[in-house]
């Protein structure tokens, strides 16, 4: 039996298709500087527990206060490729197109990475390569670490930028204490 939360997904990966189509790949992936700034291990004084389904998040949200750091530790498990993504509306919405190309190029393809396809030169440059330090794209069973700081206020989400995962409504708030 098909889930009910696939056949949403599925259906806005296929509207998200068509809107990010002529996107075109910028430098780098999904930059969270607007949202703070890469943290450092010792001066995390907490961690948070992130499971990535398909497709939303447990928690859907994080407090936090300003000037936080905080150690992140993401399980993917679901059955496809999901991101753990720290940025604004704006840093999601530019990073779908970004992602949209890695769907293009054969990069994601469904419930695994491509690799080897991350490592292209993209022409001017830049890979698909998803190094970012506010980011962490993960199949099916990987877990990954991501240590912030949240130096700045503001509106910050976390979200998956996986084409049609953000519409499916894969995304969740950081308010701030």
Not at 67 to 79: D, L, Y
Not at 90 to 106: C, F, N, P, S, T
Not at 127 to 156: C, R, Y
Request: charged content about 20%; overall charge negative; some cysteine.
């Amino acid at each position: 039996m098909i889930s009910p939360r696939l056949i949403v997904a599925a259906t806005a990966m296929s509207i998200s298709f068509t809107a990010f189509g002529g996107g075109t790949h910028g430098g780098g992936h999904g930059h969270g500087a607007n949202a703070g700034e890469p943290g450092k291990a010792g001066d995390a004084n907490r961690t948070v527990s992130i499971k990535m389904y398909d497709n939303y998040y447990e928690p859907e949200t994080i407090a936090v206060n300003p000037g936080e750091t905080v150690r992140f530790v993401v399980q993917n498990k679901g059955q496809l490729v999901h991101e753990f993504n720290i940025g604004t509306p704006d840093v999601h919405e530019a990073h779908q197109k970004e992602m949209m190309m890695m769907v293009e190029h054969g990069a994601i393809q469904g419930g695994k990475l491509n690799h080897d396809m991350m490592e292209m030169d993209m022409g001017d440059g830049q890979s698909m390569k998803h190094d970012d330090p506010n980011s962490v794209l993960l199949e099916p069973g990987e877990s990954a670490e991501i240590i912030w700081t949240f130096s700045k206020q503001g509106n910050i989400e976390f979200a998956c930028n996986v084409p049609g995962h953000y519409q499916a409504g894969m995304y969740g708030d950081v308010n701030f204490n």
